[in-house]
């Protein structure tokens, strides 16, 4: 498990492009039968993927965790961003097809993740966050969240976001989660964009072209920078930091937050003649 340290806003300016990368996109979260996992000190989320390609592969208790096992003192959501699989917690099997959420309450002890098809792996993309107490670990397949459309096929935002995780669907005690898919001719996510020092985020773009790429905008709204992210590709967003991108191609992405509250609305939009 790698872990990633916090940065101030006032330490970008000295970065490096290679900086930059290395402090807040994750290049290879996805590695063929395992489970690759990176703690990050934003609100000690830890972000892994796990790829069953030739046989089912378990979550390890990694020991940076100091836990008997991973779900101890956590709670998890997971989308699978890959082929059709399954995912068993404590003997109870669930199926997730491609996009689909599964939370995983605090507690949980023995997590494996199996692949349908070995020739068409399922990549299953876990966000947790630690857990105060133990909400039901529970299956929503893709499409059935709360359904939000947002922007316009003019300023080519056009987006449908499904929210999974949250206040008024799959509770948790932090996490927020869910998957916005950009409607094809449309590349901008999250423009306007906005803050919410409140909550980190992070956000897995999938479904993009091998060949293509998301330009991710991140940084004080005053001082921003940008991120080449390619498929299957994380960017890590502090809380003072705004996250929003444009793809070379249509693509979706999973949005995951936690922090101080599980209020989606609660942002600090930023103009866009604000940015600089
Ligand atoms: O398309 C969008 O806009 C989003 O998906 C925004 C994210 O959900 C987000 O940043 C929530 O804070
Ligand atoms: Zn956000």
């Known amino acids: 498990m790698d872990v990633l340290h916090s940065t101030s806003p006032d330490q970008i300016p000295s970065l490096t492009a290679t900086d930059l990368r290395s402090r807040f996109l994750i290049e290879d979260l996805f590695l063929q039968d395992q489970v690759r996992a990176v703690y990050s000190h934003q609100d000690r ?34 989308i699978n961003v890959g082929g059709v699989g399954t ?23 023995d997590v494996t993740f199996a692949s349908d098809d070995d ?15 133990t909400y039901p670990t529970t299956l929503v397949e893709a499409g059935n969240g709360t359904v939000r459309e947002l922007g316009d096929q003019a300023t080519s935002n056009r987006r449908t976001l499904n929210q999974y995780i949250h206040e ?14 950009l409607h094809p001719g449309s590349m901008w996510n999250t423009m306007p964009a906005h803050t919410h020092d409140r909550r980190m985020e992070a956000y897995l773009y999938f479904d993009l072209p091998e060949d293509a790429r998301v330009v991710h905008l991140m940084g004080e709204p005053k001082e921003t920078r940008h991120l080449l992210a390619a498929n299957q590709q994380a960017v890590i967003s502090p809380s003072w930091s705004i996250h929003s991108g444009v793809g070379t191609a249509s693509y979706s992405f999973v949005w995951a937050m936690a922090g101080e509250n599980q209020s989606f609305d609660d942002m600090d939009a930023v103009a866009i003649t604000e940015l600089l």
């Open 168 to 181: 008024n669907g799959v509770r948790s005690c932090q996490i927020v989660m869910g998957v916005t898919t």
């Open 45 to 78: 989320v830890v972000l892994a993927g796990a790829v069953p390609a030739s046989g089912p592969v378990t979550l390890p208790t990694f020991p940076e965790l100091r836990a008997e096992h991973f779900f101890e003192r956590r709670e998890g959501g997971i």
């Open 119 to 133: 020739g068409e792996p399922a990549r299953f993309y876990l966000f947790s966050a630690p857990a105060h107490t």
């Open 87 to 109: 995912v068993t917690v404590d003997g109870e099997t669930y199926a997730l097809k491609h996009a689909s959420c599964l939370y995983i309450g605090r507690g949980a002890r």
